[in-house]
């Protein structure tokens, strides 16, 4: 039987399946649910997984983990990558040896009631990789394949959905 995911939701399940080692975040509309869908299963997991104080921390956190080989994923809203700009352009040129994934949620229209962004510019700036996700299926299948193409490059690389396809609900 076929189960109703949320593009967040299908990221987290994605996550399992990666053989994530450390999952960061701050909460913020629309990414919070990769982390809140985790946390219940924290333990059974294995997985470090944690809110952190804000962005920057949550990165710098996910980074440590890619640096000594761990795959991790660090999720944030448009307006974090604000907050964690300065360790992101510097691990861009420094790399990692574990596959790292940068999961942004832009929310198009501002229907979180944050300011408009666009994260995509960010990541031309600090030429990191990114892949732009377009269907709740791409959400489960490019958390492998954006953890493939960090460890083949040795470097970070976005992950990037909107308000939509992270709320919205469709069959796995």
């Known amino acids: 039987m076929k189960k109703l995911l949320t593009g967040n939701e ?29 946390l219940p299963r924290k333990k059974e997991l294995g997985i470090h997984i944690e809110w952190s104080v804000n962005e920057k921390v949550a ?24 907050v964690a700009a300065d360790s992101l352009a510097s691990i861009a040129y420094s790399g990692c040896t574990g596959g790292l994934i940068i999961f942004v949620a832009d929310d198009p229209g501002v229907s979180a009631g944050m300011p408009e962004e666009d994260s995509r510019y960010y990541a031309k700036s600090m030429v990191i990789p990114m892949l732009d996700l377009a269907s709740q299926q791409e959400c489960l299948d490019y958390v492998k394949l954006a953890f493939e193409i960090s460890e083949k ?3 970070p690389i976005f992950l990037r959905s909107t308000t939509d396809i992270s709320h919205v609900a469709s069959d796995e």
């Open 10 to 38: 299908a990221i987290a399940k994605g996550v399992i399946e990666s053989g994530v080692e450390v999952v960061t975040g701050y909460p913020g509309t629309p990414s919070t649910e990769v982390i809140l869908t985790l």
């Open 153 to 155: 490059i040795g470097g």
């Open 59 to 82: 990165f710098e956190i996910a980074a440590g983990a890619a640096w000594v080989g761990k795959r991790a994923l660090v999720t944030m809203k448009m307006s974090g990558v604000n």
